[in-house]
């Protein structure tokens, strides 16, 4: 039996509830998710690690006598770290980030930073997000300015994802897309604002029917709404079904909170959403006092729950499409402080996980003899990593992007898409 719009008018308040209950961005999309699924694109998943991650203590130089001599309580034994090399191990809370080191999915990328360090964590955070040496409240950010330049149909999903509790990064802001943010899938499901009693079964099932008819065809719910409310509906009707699905729930440390936004990302992924990024972020790593415990608690996270999210998306063959950045504002000063900690440094390494990268470490060992104000110098600048993921991942011209060219990283496996 085919629904009346006699069905829909018993249906005027719960169904405008539902408009107002799901985010706006979906309103917005159109068909977002009802959109054939880009199987095909590539995607960029990046981590913000706030604070200033210690990077000495995380890709640590244990043959190194500077590095001891210069952190008598906090420098770490060589017989408990993962070690990549003869000079070169892994903080022991990185277990997971070695095991994706032994699979051949993880990139090192040393004594990465910017000429002229700053040590503000706004300042230095806003550099990173719009790539710009001189940035302002108002320059869009680099992912904003890729979104923008990034050719895409009407309607679809959302390009990007902010999945945080957080406001906002610079990186994604200010550009002509907006991007939305989330906390959970449940933002997503389907509110009529009606109870689940007999009949609201019958009730969805008229609204989906609806909602795949062609736009002001006979019936439509044009007759007493816009349709973008419909397709709202059946953009969280789909969702709602990876919730049922528990799609992605294996095998993560669900204690913490970066593997649960993590746990969704990979559920969104796996549902064959068209977004090309999701961002998302770790705070705490501004380790100026008793820094031992707090970072090792840290990086055990970070490294449980990217494992984690490879391995799901690799059971799900998902994973060949997929890269993740890890970055952190600066990396600490090579001396630790009075108080068992570190403070503000510059250059830190940053990571890249997944099928795509070339595996081991790249560019040079931080060289703790040749400092620049009490820290060891950048040799790889950050641009040149961003230049990389552009050109080589994404497949969008960096130059354009950046405001120079800056050479790409021998990195990864793969070019162009």
Not at 58 to 87: G, Q
Not at 315 to 334: M, N, P
Request: a positive charge; charged letters at 25%.
């Amino acid at each position: 039996m085919q629904p009346t719009r006699r069905d829909f008018l018993g249906l005027g308040t719960s169904l405008l509830a539902c408009g107002s209950t799901v985010p706006l961005f979906l309103a917005r999309s159109g068909a977002a998710l009802a959109a054939t699924p880009d199987t095909k694109g590539r995607l960029l998943v990046v981590v913000q690690l706030d604070g200033g991650n210690d990077g000495l203590n995380t890709v640590v130089p244990h043959r190194d006598d500077e590095y001891r001599k210069r952190r008598p309580r906090l420098h770490l034994a060589s017989a408990r770290l993962h070690k990549v090399d003869d000079r070169i191990g892994l903080h022991p809370a990185l277990t997971g980030f070695a095991r994706l080191l032994d699979q051949q999915r993880l990139a090192i990328v040393q004594s990465v930073g910017y000429p002229n360090p700053n040590r503000s964590h706004f300042e230095s955070m806003a550099i990173w997000h719009t790539a710009r040496l001189a940035s302002k409240a108002d320059t869009p950010g680099w992912l904003a300015r890729y979104l923008g330049a990034r050719a895409t149909a009407p309607g679809g999903d959302a390009p990007a994802l902010h999945v945080s509790n957080t406001l906002l990064p610079q990186a994604l802001a200010g550009g002509q897309r907006q991007v939305p943010s989330l906390e959970s899938l449940e933002q997503f499901r389907r509110r009529l604002g009606v109870p689940e009693s007999a009949g609201t079964k019958d009730q969805r099932t008229a609204l989906d029917t609806v909602g795949t008819r062609p736009r002001g065809g006979p019936g439509s719910l044009l007759e007493f709404v816009q349709r973008s409310q419909v397709l709202t509906y059946s953009s969280s009707a789909r969702l709602e079904e990876v919730v049922k699905s528990k799609a992605g729930s294996d095998g993560y440390p669900e204690f913490y909170g970066l593997a649960r936004r993590l746990r969704l990302i990979a559920q969104l992924i796996k549902a064959g959403l068209t977004t090309r990024l999701y961002y998302t972020q770790l705070d705490g790593f501004d380790t100026h006092a008793n820094q031992l415990g707090t970072h090792d608690g840290l990086l055990r996270e970070v490294s449980d729950s990217l494992r984690s999210f490879v391995d799901d998306l690799g059971k799900s063959g998902d994973a060949g499409r997929v890269l993740v950045l890890v970055f952190s504002e600066f990396g600490r000063r090579l001396s630790e402080n009075a108080s068992g900690g570190t403070d503000h440094g510059t250059a830190a390494p940053v990571f890249l996980l997944g099928p795509g990268v070339k595996a081991g470490l790249h560019g040079p060992h931080p060289d703790l003899r040749d400092l620049a104000d009490g820290d060891p110098k950048h040799a790889i600048d950050f641009r040149r990593v961003y230049a990389t993921l552009l050109d080589d991942w994404l497949g969008c011209p960096s130059e354009g992007i950046l405001g120079e060219k800056f050479t790409s990283l021998p990195i990864l496996r793969t070019g162009r898409s």
